[in-house]
C-alpha cells in the first residue's frame, strides 16, 4: 500500500459555541421581494435566490407578510478558520443529526451559524457538548 491510497484523518479542533439571546424567525418571501435589513444585533441573514428571498432575523423584526417559521434559536461558531480547513461545520452537524436535531446552517466570511428550533436547544448544548465542544450561554 503506498502514501497516495491511504485514508486522510482530519483532525477538527474544539469548537466553542455561544447561544445568542434572541429568538428567531426564519422568513420566506416571493422572489425580488424588497426587504429592508434588520435592525443590527447579533445576527440576521438576506439571501435573494432565484426561487425566493429568505430572511433570518430576531423574531419581533419578521415582516408580517411573510410566510414565518418562528421559534429558532441560534448557535455562532466563536472561532475562524481558514476556508480550507475542513470538516468545522460538519463537526457541529454531525452530533446534531446523531441527536435528531434539525437545523438551519449558514456561513459568513468569518464563521459558522446553526439554528435549531427552541424546543431542540437544549438537547442540542447536550448532544454538542458530548461531541467535546464547549457551548456557552
Known amino acids: 500500500m503506498n502514501a ?3 485514508p486522510m484523518v482530519w483532525t477538527v479542533p474544539t469548537l466553542t459555541l455561544s447561544l445568542l439571546a434572541d429568538v428567531y424567525a426564519v422568513c420566506r418571501l416571493p422572489a425580488g421581494t424588497p426587504v429592508g435589513s434588520p435592525k443590527p444585533g447579533a445576527f440576521s441573514l438576506l439571501v435573494q435566490a432565484v426561487e425566493e428571498t429568505t430572511l433570518v432575523c430576531p423574531l419581533h423584526q419578521a415582516p408580517p407578510e411573510a410566510e414565518i ?31 435528531g436535531i434539525g437545523i438551519f446552517a449558514t456561513s459568513t466570511f468569518s464563521t459558522d451559524y446553526i439554528l435549531v428550533k427552541e424546543q431542540d436547544a437544549d438537547r442540542a448544548m447536550e448532544a454538542l457538548r458530548a461531541a467535546g465542544h464547549q457551548v456557552d450561554l
Request: hydrophobic fraction near 55%; aromatic fraction near 12%; include cysteine.
Open 4 to 6: 497516495s491510497s491511504l
Open 69 to 99: 417559521d418562528p421559534a429558532w434559536r441560534c448557535f455562532r461558531i466563536m472561532q475562524s478558520f481558514d476556508f480550507a480547513v475542513p470538516g468545522i461545520l460538519a463537526s457541529v452537524l454531525g452530533p446534531l443529526a446523531k441527536a
